[in-house]
């Protein structure tokens, strides 16, 4: 079983910054992608960014050129840097793992309890 938690996330003015971050924890072997997801009310959650473990990166248009995910794979971290935050990124942010307890299992997908980010106009 793998634990995810996150931090960072509170309440900032338009066009402020937040970093978020999330450590994984338990029978990790390897992770593969790690990524965050956000939740708004009343919408379905959707893909903030997503990093590979080559580092290759993935982004949701809406957050293109705002945000940056990173990792850093020897403590099982992913962050998140959000800046020139706008009132519609306010959601409960997750974060997601895809990952292995040994080195020929199969992959398994964890997710964190959120965090919320609020951003006011």
């Known amino acids: 079983q793998v634990q995810l938690v996150e931090s960072g996330g509170g309440l900032v003015q338009a066009g402020g910054s937040l970093r978020l971050s999330c450590v994984a924890s338990?029978?990790?072997?390897?992770?593969?992608?790690m990524g965050w997801y956000r939740q708004a009310p009343e919408k379905q959650r959707e893909l903030v960014a997503r990093i590979e473990s080559s580092g290759r990166t993935n982004y949701a248009d809406s957050v293109k050129g705002r945000f940056t995910i990173s990792r850093d794979n020897a403590k099982n971290m992913v962050f998140l840097q959000m800046n020139d935050l706008k009132p519609e990124d306010t959601a409960v942010y997750y974060c997601?793992?895809?990952?292995?307890?040994?080195?020929?299992?199969?992959?398994?997908?964890?997710w964190g309890q959120g965090t919320q980010v609020t951003v006011s106009s």
């Open positions: 338990g029978s990790i072997f390897s992770i593969n992608v």
């Open positions: 997601n793992t895809n990952s292995r307890p040994t080195d020929w299992g199969p992959w398994f997908n964890y």
